[in-house]
């Protein structure tokens, strides 16, 4: 600047200087329970991350533990002069006009901490009590309940600020103030289910986390009457929409920082997708753009609950089979042609499920030939029969990724085709013994195995081999 000022004196950090807080209400005022900060906050305040024109900014969220009402306070210890074109960002007007928080943010503190006083005793999570257990640090309650219902919809909407600060391009659902509510919106609210989950000890609730779900309808191709003597007509009567067959998607998942790592995520997914696998109008559950953390949650979960299946149980590479040396390939698996209603029986995604039998097939593998991310594993050396089974493996996840990248590999040549195949194949088993090492970990905390390792059921040998680099 023409006066000397150095700009970068000037600059903030957003993610720190805004500092998100949980505080317990009790009869003499608020107590902090935990301060936490965010991991982005690029959607708010531009790519970089920075704020302009403060030192010593403060942004203080500070959420009432149990019912989650917001307060925000900015403070500064000194703010730039206007000179010329630059003039300090105005962070209240961003988030006002960005609509992130509603209304009763913006309150007087006094106001908010006079208010916590009166909900101390009485408090309940909105919608119905659905599951609750036991965690390391305490007993939780997983609640459920429909945005159509406004109490539930109160709580949605004043924890959305959540979304962009721990979702990478995560999006709002329902981010008009509490008070107001388009036509749309109140139409499309029964399709939107809120799963909260609550940490419960003598003093009261802690808002842990939670989850958002949409229920779409599945449309499959009508059967058309035998002879157009043979009329169809619509059913006499009210018709329930919520009774007819849909597909249900997890939009937002989060377990507040604080919280994590004590396995309350995994509690949380398996409560959510054990809900709508017994309901019978539900023939499938997906994942919108799930994030590596997330699809590491959940590839753990499925596998553990695919494992309570016996036909998946079953699954295995069949040995025994003689590859040509051109044309189609015979089926590589035992009880390939029951993938199909294996999957929808387990109501899984299809690529969500290919992957997980990819992953089990290879944790069958024999110790000279598993991938394994251990690099200092005695690996011993591999048998014909063993480069065999794996080159049954490699074949059965190639077939996968192929499917997968169908359109782009389809344009390239047939050599440069198998070459970037075996690229990816790398990272592949890179990433399938991560993930089967932390399920097998996960294994041995929740059902304690003595032996400090626990095998999938069903698998014959431990991972044990080094990646092909």
Known sequence: MADGTDMEEWMVSSNEALSISLVAPTKSGLQNITTFNPRFTYSIFGEDEQIFG?????????????????????????????????????????????????????????????????????????GELHDTFDGPDGHY???????????????????????????????????????????????????????????????????????????????????PPASPRDGWELPEGNLDLAELPCRKRLSQFIILPPFQGKGHGAQLYK???????????????????????FDDLRDICDLEFLNSIPEFR???????????????????????????????KAKIAPRQFYRAVEMYLMSQLPDSVRPTMDLEADIPS????????ELLWQLVAKQRLYRHNKDALSQMEVDERKEKLAEVLIGVELGNARILAAYEKAMERSKGTADGKRKLEGAEQSASKKPKI
């Open 54 to 126: 403060y030192k010593g900014l403060k942004i203080s969220l500070r959420y009432r533990a149990n019912d989650m009402r917001p307060h925000l306070k900015i403070s500064s210890a000194k703010k730039i002069k206007p000179y010329g074109d630059s003039e300090a960002d105005d962070v209240l007007a961003i988030l006002t006009e960005g609509n992130y928080l509603p209304k009763i943010a913006y309150s007087k503190e006094s106001d908010f901490e006079e208010s916590s006083k009166q909900v101390v005793d009485d408090f309940t999570p909105p």
């Open 141 to 223: 309650e997983v609640w459920k309940g429909s945005l159509a219902d406004p109490a539930v919809k109160q709580l949605n909407t004043r924890v959305q600020m959540l979304v962009p600060l721990f979702i990478e391009g995560g999006t709002y659902i329902g981010q008009n103030d509490e008070s107001e509510s388009t036509e749309d919106e109140i139409s499309d609210a029964d399709r939107w289910t809120l799963f909260s989950l609550y940490r419960k000890d003598e003093s009261g609730y802690v808002f842990v986390g939670y989850s958002t779900i949409y229920r779409f309808y599945w449309f499959q191709n009508p059967t």
């Open 271 to 293: 409560t959510i997708f054990a809900q709508y696998h017994k309901q019978p109008q539900t023939q499938e559950f997906t994942v919108e753009d799930p994030n590596e953390a």
């Open 314 to 344: 079953a699954l295995k590479l069949d040995t025994s089979v003689e590859l040509p040396e051109k044309g189609p390939l015979p089926d590589l698996i035992v009880g390939q042609k029951n993938l199909e209603g294996i999957r929808q």
């Open 382 to 389: 591999p048998t014909k029969e063993d480069k065999h089974q």
